[in-house]
């Protein structure tokens, strides 16, 4: 069974912060997305990395998966309130997705 | 909206009521998958659908658990007998591929057990 550790599980900082998350697993993933999901919503889709070693960025955003393909980040630079959230990483995207634990992040103003 | 829809969006249901949850993909949507959330917690697979076909029902809990979507388009996710550990939120998911590579989520339906 394929699955998806987080950490960390809460996060609470400042505005102006850096902050990065780990999504870690014993398994290889063909591909590993990361997800936004606000109260009272769905996740929504951030990303998606499919090559070993891959950095995306979208604007303060930076995603990285590991070189062995069991492995990913996300950073955010100079956070601000409206990346509050919880963070999913999940895969892979071919299938039935595998979610992991999230991480719960509050940016304070 | 162009977006997936659920209804209700908040459902209470007394322990061994029956309860019905419904989901309206986006239209031309081929993938349409079920999700349970627990609270503080990654969403979990249900059960997945390929047009009509239930390609994989292997996450459903128990056999209280059914999923049906006739025409290929609305789904409706049923739980018989409803227990206390079914309260959490129920997502469904669609997506245009029928590997489902990109999938868009609904806003979920919040089932309380009392």
């Known amino acids: 069974t394929q699955l998806l550790e987080q950490s960390p599980q809460f996060l609470s900082i400042q505005e102006g912060e850096n902050l990065t998350v780990y999504c870690n697993s014993s398994s290889v993933f063909s591909s590993l997305q990361w997800y936004r999901q606000e109260p009272g919503e769905g996740p929504v889709l951030l990303v998606t990395?499919?090559?070993?070693?891959e950095v995306k960025k979208l604007k303060r955003l930076t995603f990285q998966f590991g070189d062995a393909r069991k492995d990913s980040s996300l950073h955010i630079t100079a956070a601000q309130p409206g990346d509050t959230g919880l963070y999913l990483c999940?895969?892979?995207?071919?299938?039935?997705?595998?979610f992991g634990t999230g991480t719960r992040l509050q940016v304070f103003p | 909206g162009a977006g997936v829809s659920q209804s209700p969006r908040y459902k209470v249901a007394k322990r061994g009521q029956d309860v019905a949850l419904r989901c309206d993909p986006i239209?031309?949507?081929?993938?349409l998958f079920w999700y349970q959330q627990a609270l503080g917690q990654g969403p979990e697979f249900l059960t997945y659908?390929?047009?009509?076909?239930?390609?994989?029902k292997s996450g459903l809990p128990s056999d209280r658990f059914f999923a049906e979507r006739p025409e290929g388009s609305v789904s409706t996710l049923k739980i018989q007998r409803t227990q206390q550990e079914d309260s959490a939120v129920y997502l469904c998911?669609?997506?245009?591929?029928?590997?489902?590579?990109?999938?868009?989520f609904g806003p979920g339906t919040r089932l309380t057990v009392t």
């Open positions: 990395v499919v090559t070993g070693g």
């Open positions: 998911a669609s997506s245009l591929a029928p590997t489902g590579y990109e999938q868009y």
């Open positions: 239209s031309g949507h081929v993938s």
């Open positions: 999940a895969g892979p995207p071919t299938d039935k997705l595998i």
């Open positions: 659908f390929q047009n009509e076909a239930q390609l994989d």
